[in-house]
């Protein structure tokens, strides 16, 4: 008895900062994809891919999330959700290795392992903030969200230079490194404080499926159209500099600073919702500055870094409102976890058209002109789901 009040007492003690590694988690969910962007086209050269190739590998992780994400209720139902993270941690090493050095097979298979295993990441990160953050969703989200963009962007400020000391199959397998590390304090944590079963459904309860619900139709659009706005960006950004004049080293850095700006409008839209009392304020806010962005690489491509900066307050913003809709509109545990599987299904699976339609539009004109136009037809349809997705009614109040 005594051991066990031991045990108790030094895991209460922990349990702060325990609690607190769900961001380190967050860590490993965007490295394997923003890594890829400024050395795709030292990947191009040496696999001889095709601008629509190109596009299909940085979609690919999209359609890996899109097809994981609905299942991933069931896993957890199987073996609860820290053990789902931990196998999704080593699943993404696993995927990242076989990525990079097992040769153009190996290219394919391990991205659409790696984002299978990101998939899971994403759906259960937001689970687990309303789980241990429930009085604070939006905050928690903020940060979560904090360390997911500062990973996503130093993946993309030292992609280049790791590709020049160890090529680009070392610069991407690289991201390996931290999801084992993760994995390993995250074994500490559920044997130190492991975290209670989630509850499940009581025998015979009625249950209103979230497919069915106007407004969890909105917070996914609201979550796809953002991610596609992100992902065309981080794909294809460094690649329309350059057809711009700008450097390589410069948009890859730029790509950074996209990122990082985003980091910043996500810590700080928290504020503006606890301030204003409302989500669709935060929503259209957050939303707005995409569409000057698109405008602005469009009609006056000779200030990038300024149109950068737009995108990135809107892509960093935009994250973290349509991850609070996540955990605020669900009711229970399961509704939430179904609510994010939706969303990020149906979401990732339109953000994957982006890039490779992105691609193609660039090839079939000859230049980056129709993209961008594209772009900015996709911010404009943000902020009316915006307004849609940021109403006062739960999920299930449409039942």
Known sequence: ???????????????????????????????????????????????????????????????????????????TRRTGVDVALLLALLLLAAGLALRSFTGLPGLWIGTVIAGLAIAVGNVLVPVVVRR???????????????????????????????ADVWGWRGA????????????AIWIVRMRIAPSPPSPLPKPGAMTVSVWRQP?????????????????????????????????????????SVYQLVGTVSGLTIPLLMRRTGSLVTAAVTASAPMLVAALGLLLAPGLPVLWVIFAGLSSGASLVVALTLIGVRGRTHAETTQLSGMAQAVGYLLAACGPVAAGWL????????????????????????AVLAGGDRPVSAAA
């Open 172 to 183: 991407l397998g690289f991201w390996a490194i931290p999801a084992l590390a993760v994995a």
């Open 362 to 385: 660039a090839q079939a004109s000859g230049g980056w002109q129709a993209p961008l136009v594209m772009l900015a037809m996709i911010a404009a349809v943000q902020v009316v789901a």
């Open 1 to 75: 008895m005594g051991q066990r009040r031991d045990g108790a007492q030094a895991a209460s003690r922990w349990t702060p900062a325990l609690v607190a590694l769900v961001f380190l988690v967050a860590l490993n969910l965007r490295p394997a994809v923003t890594s890829v962007g400024p050395v795709l086209p030292r990947m191009a050269d040496e696999l001889a891919l095709s601008e629509p190739l190109q596009g299909l590998l940085g979609a690919l992780p999209l359609l890996a999330f899109a097809v994981g994400s609905p299942l991933v209720h069931r896993l």
């Open 215 to 255: 407004t969890a139709w909105f917070v996914t659009a609201l979550m796809g159209l953002q991610s596609t706005s992100f992902y065309i960006l981080v794909t294809w950004l460094p690649t329309i500099e350059a057809a711009a004049g700008v450097r390589d080293d410069a948009a890859g850095v730029h790509l």
């Open 132 to 162: 241990d953050y429930r009085s604070r969703v939006a905050v928690a989200t903020g940060f979560f969200t904090m360390f997911m963009t500062v990973a996503a962007a130093t993946a993309s400020g030292t992609a280049v230079p790791l």
